[in-house]
């Protein structure tokens, strides 16, 4: 079964607008990994934040952690609609295993 | 520099028939992991290999088995396959324990 959730499970909003995704977990992390994924295909890389790290910034995405809560957000601004894609976080837990434990994820779109 | 490459893109197969799906990492990457992807779902993990080892193993039957050659490639058998196996099955490789892992672009397998 799958650990955590996103949140909101859909997001539809109009390009130059923010985007705001949440990410919840249950287990202690060593790190955790923000994926985009388009139309059911691979998944691409887009940003790692280590546990005892809180923000983080890469181009237009914005990632804080709150590890005394369990969560993570994932900011996208201003929006375009080549970012309508999913976006799942997955956390790396600690211990000698490279598993990652994905949520069910995010659907994003961007309307023009 | 190539992507981690897999192969076949698409596959369509019977129910207990058995079926390998084959993955490149990218040069010098020598973790390897598979995931199932089912539709509407985040991946889930299913094998990790590292050095032609098992490193970590997923909730998945023992029909589920896959190996790492020399070259880092790895093969991922299912046997007796279900219904329930059809997914999108990725593979990622990563250099251990430093960044995000990166993924192949998948392989869809579907039984009839």
């Known amino acids: 079964s799958q650990q955590g959730e996103e949140d909101p499970q859909a997001l539809s909003i109009q390009e130059g607008e923010n985007a705001t995704m949440n990410c919840s977990y249950k287990?202690?992390?060593?790190?955790l990994q923000w994926y985009r994924q388009n139309s059911g295909r691979g998944l691409v890389h887009l940003i790692l934040?280590?546990?005892?790290?809180r923000e983080k910034h890469s181009g237009r995405l914005r990632v804080t952690l709150d590890t005394s809560k369990k969560s993570s957000s994932l900011l996208i601004t201003a929006s375009r609609a080549a970012d309508t894609a999913s976006y799942f976080c997955a956390r790396k837990t600690q211990g000698g295993s490279e598993k990652l434990v994905f949520g069910k994820g995010t659907k994003l779109t961007v309307n023009p | 520099d190539a992507g981690v490459t897999q192969s076949p893109t698409h596959l369509i197969k019977t129910r207990g028939q058995h079926v390998t799906l084959r993955c490149s990492p990218i040069s010098g990457h020598k973790s390897v992991s598979w995931y199932q992807q089912v539709l509407g779902q985040g991946p889930q993990f299913i094998f990790q290999y590292y050095e032609k080892e098992e490193r970590g193993r997923g909730n998945f039957p023992d029909r589920f088995s896959a190996r790492q050659f020399p070259n880092y490639s790895s093969e991922l058998n299912v046997n007796a396959l279900l219904l329930g196996d059809s997914a999108l099955y990725l593979c990622?490789?990563?250099?251990?324990?430093?960044?995000?892992?990166?993924f192949g672009s998948g392989t869809r397998l579907t039984v009839v």
């Open positions: 287990t202690s992390i060593n790190n």
């Open positions: 934040i280590r546990s005892n790290e």
């Open positions: 990622a490789s990563s250099l251990v324990g430093v960044n995000g892992y990166t």
